[in-house]
């Protein structure tokens, strides 16, 4: 059933080309909705999520190496088809106002969304990559055509990195696929590569895969890239593709090189660790909205890295838990930073907005950026805290001596997103009036309830992903020595 | 009944931010009312006699990280949640303002009863975070120059006084595989985490709740919230939310780590006294009402800690001076709950009649409203610890316990005595007596409706301070309980 996510989507997609202008946010919705309803009855109906279940396997170019088109899920894929059903839904909902070109936009958007599912069910490794490198083109597209502030350079900065490290990736992967003699991921993850090639190829694959998921000192492109994507771009990029490297590396990267990962983690934790701090620090003095928000994806990124870095049961699941949290939460915070405040006010200048008064102006933008930033913090009760206290626990067992470096890097976080916070929307110094603008519409508003409930509900029920994330964190090759 | 207790002031908040903005002060008042008399059923159905827990309520919530739903009350949770449903109206009817500082007081108060009655530490860091972010928004109303920059300073010093508390207990957590208090305060004796680790988590436990009390020398944040935040939430602020830091110490510090409280407790004793002394000579200096006033408050919570420091450390083992030094901190707390609001509120009135609160702002008032004086004068007494008011029963018995305890502190800190005097009968003379000030309007006497507020406020200050012993009666068994730690 799953598999329809995928199919619905590129189905969505190609009739967005031949269906008139007026129809088009509605398919898109319509589309977006189906993946998320399909998503979720998966995961809410899924009865052995510890194993990666077979859902469809069709030989694709059986004479090279037995590629087939083979998707297969458990409780990991689920979980991320869900937020990126959410960040899918929310992301049509937030750019419910795009007028230029609209089927267009729509289609490039349904690609990323359903690249991005693909990239999460696949089972075959060929078929992974192709998903993988799907989803780059129509993200440069999205920025270059439809974005703002220095778009081209932001768009050009965004592919040439995740080219670079889509190369990094296959430089392993072929002769692992080839040695192994299959591209079956089920195969490939009880198969043991000898330990001088796992030596080699797991750095080289796990940076491929963290340059996507902007691993300190790679992430520049991040902040850049997210600020000139329009709306639904950010939310998409934050939301999902970032998470894409973070799957990669866990499913792909550590699952088939296990020895290889046991050697290199101790450096991956530092460079995580690094990130969090160094990103938190470098929001803290940001003007732009955008780049504070670019900044705080890097340094909660940094979270999941070091999540998986502990190469421990609680820690490995905490990292699923903080993508699905991220996911969420990033996708609010560029809706309000993107949508609510930047199409009324034109600007994302902190300084500037703190003299707007735009908590009186628009009070329900205000009352959302509270509680993503909240959330955001890690502020018990939102989807952010779950998923940092795991992180932690796991953290606690592996690298005792990081916990304190990683209670600043939390210090730091709130005191950004305070400051963010407090300019944006609370900085009603100025003696002028509130700015006259548009009320929040109703697409906006629906959008960001959706998003808020999620981060809430995982955030006072966390039991209800970890259920599923755990088996199958158990169940994988690096967590026994 | 107690998800009842915390889940009352939330519906509240949320009738309160969807029902139209005319009815939202009467609609607040109406959800404290009822949380008010949820809390008085809570009583009535309270075993004064048992030392335990009690209605005890818990559900399976994240098992794979050790976090329940854990609730139940003793005595002294019992008396926290009196406080709060006394200071939140009191709080609310003092402050007459719009829709969202009605919500978020509300949140606030569901907040303070979901830390006070919480006994898995998840769920208890869930409640205690959860007040942060409508402390912090509430501050930032006062409007002030400096508002937003005192309520992120609250925030920030809170956040990271948190954020150290909670990776000290994870450390816990990974070496007792549990959040529950009950039971790490049944494994304490042996000793919670082995090897220096020990002192890290319990110096960053200590932390964290020394930034919320505040404790010399974290106290830096204080007198700034309180000052530009708006009356009615300086009132809660320093009536009960700094309770909370005190809480902290008598559910997360004082029963788990006896041993590590034995051998720091003489620098802890010290910096209590610290407290007291400098925070008295501090406020002795202030010319502004509202910073004499948070300067104090910082003085008569280091009273609260001395109290707990003295039995942590003490060379005597007497049960007598335990329980007397014990039930005088929660005495103290309750105590200066409701006198430390009182006299907010007055400040608050003075501002409101003048649009000034320096101490020499003002003069004469004595003839001009001799009402107002009068009740003014009844909290400043009580602060001050006038035998009879209630001010003076928790301060005299931390002394006559912790004496015997540690008598060399108990004899300094005796000195900040003398200082808060000093200090609150130099503020009465400037305000009520000498000559009349000039001023451009006149200064009307207390109105109906804010006798009406302070009246009720001025009994409890008079009852307790004449018949205490309805209040030693809830959280006496608990007391007797905890002194058994360490005699």
Known sequence: MIAWTIYATFAGALLLLVLPRSAARWLALLTAATGLAVSCAAFFNVTDPGTLKNIVQIPWIPSFGGMSFHLAADGISLTMAVVTGLTGVGAVLFSWNVHRRQNEFFFWLLLVIGGSYGVFLSADLFLFFVFYELVIIPKYLLIATWGSTNKAYGAMKLTLYSFFGGALVLIPLIPACLSAGTFDLQLLSVHVFPLAFQAWAFPVMFLGFAVLAAIWPLHTWAPTGHSAAPTAGSMLLAGVVMKLGAYGALRVAMNLFPQGFQSWRGLIAILAIIGICYAAAVALRQRDLKFVIGYSSVSHMGFVLLGLATAQRLGVSGAVLQMFSHGVIAGLLFAVAGRMIYERTHTRDLFALSEMKLNRAIPFAAFTFVVASAASMGIPGFSGFAAEITILIGLWHAYPVLVPVAGIGMALTAAFTLRALRFSFFGDKSPAPPLECLPITLAEKCGASLLMAATLAVGLYPKLLLDRILPCVDAMRFLKP | ?487
Request: glycine content about 8%; aromatic content about 14%; overall charge positive.
């Open chain 2, 1 to 487: 009944m107690i998800t009842l207790l915390i889940l009352i002031p939330l519906i509240g908040a949320v009738a309160v931010t969807a029902l139209p903005r005319n009815c939202s002060r009467p609609l607040a008042l109406l959800f404290t009312l009822a949380s008010a008399i949820a809390t008085c059923l809570l009583w009535f159905r309270f075993n004064p006699g048992l030392g335990g827990l009690q209605l005890i309520e818990r559900h399976a919530w994240i098992p794979a990280v050790g976090a329940e739903y854990f609730t139940g009350i003793d005595g002294i949770s019992l008396l926290f949640l009196l406080l709060t449903s006394i200071i939140i109206p009191f709080a609310l009817l003092a402050e007459r303002r719009e829709r969202s500082f009605c919500a978020l007081m509300l949140v606030l108060q569901s907040a303070l009863y979901g830390t006070f009655t919480a006994q898995n530490f998840i769920l208890w860091f869930l409640f205690y975070e959860m007040s942060l972010l409508p402390a912090f928004l509430l501050i930032r109303m006062g409007g002030g120059a400096y508002s937003s920059r005192s309520a992120t300073k609250f925030f920030v010093y809170t956040f990271l006084g948190s954020a150290a508390m909670l990776l000290g207990f994870l450390a816990i957590y990974l070496s007792k595989g549990t959040f529950d208090f009950v039971k790490l305060a049944q494994l304490a004796p042996k000793g919670l985490v082995s090897g220096p680790i020990a002192w890290v988590v319990f110096i960053s436990i200590c932390f964290g709740l020394a930034v919320k009390v505040p404790l010399f020398p974290f106290h830096t944040w204080l007198p700034d919230a309180y000052t530009s935040a708006p009356t009615g939430v300086s009132m809660v602020l320093t009536g009960i939310l700094s309770k909370m830091g005190v809480y902290g110490f008598a559910r997360l510090v004082l029963p788990l780590f006896p041993q590590e409280l034995k051998i720091a407790g003489p620098w802890l004793l010290a910096l209590a006294v610290c407290s007291i002394v400098f925070a008295a000579l501090a406020a002795w200096a202030q010319t502004d009402l509202k910073r004499m006033i948070a300067y104090l408050s910082v003085s008569h919570l280091g009273y609260c800690m001395l109290g707990f420091f003295a039995v942590a450390s003490g060379s005597s083992h007497s049960a007598i001076d335990i329980n007397a030094a014990l039930s005088g901190v929660f005495m103290q707390v309750f105590n200066h709950g409701i006198t430390a609001a009182a006299l907010f509120y007055f400040a608050g009135l003075l501002e409101k009649r003048f649009g000034l609160r320096g101490v020499d702002d003002f003069g004469g008032l004595m003839q001009r409203a001799p009402v107002f004086c009068a009740f003014m004068s009844l909290a400043m007494f009580s602060s001050l610890g006038l035998p009879g008011l209630n001010g003076f029963i928790g301060e005299f018995l931390i002394f006559k316990g912790s004496f015997t305890l540690a008598a060399l502190a108990s004899s300094v800190a005796a000195l900040g005595l003398l200082f808060t005097a000093v200090a609150l009968l130099r503020a009465m003379q400037a305000l009520f007596s000498g000559p009349l000030v000039e001023s451009k309007s006149p200064f009307p006497e207390l109105t109906a409706r804010e006798l009406a507020v302070i009246a009720p406020i001025s009994i409890l200050m008079l009852w307790i301070g004449i018949t205490p012993q309805f209040l030693f009666n809830i959280f006496n068994s608990s007391v007797v309980q905890m002194s058994r730690l360490f005699s």
